[in-house]
């Protein structure tokens, strides 16, 4: 089951559960960036109805954090901006 998880700077937790829908994920890269866009309800909904989580990442640290994944043959992928 697809979710994604939040916590804002004022300690807040947001919660996004896709449940059993459809989930549509797409993956746009620039020289500087990586956003991971992941929606649901995208068949049955109007726009801004759907449910959608969107994670913009610098490019340096998702490659880091992949290769270093690939490397452990792990699923999991950390980001640390320092």
Known sequence: MAHAIIRGK????????????PV????????????????ADYETHAEERRRFAIVNIP???FSEATGEASRRGCGWVWFSAT
């Open 10 to 21: 004022n300690g807040r937790r947001h919660e996004v559960d896709f449940g059993d829908s």
């Open 24 to 39: 549509r994920v797409e993956i746009y890269a620039s020289e500087e960036t990586v956003e991971i866009f992941v929606e």
């Open 59 to 61: 490019r340096h640290l």
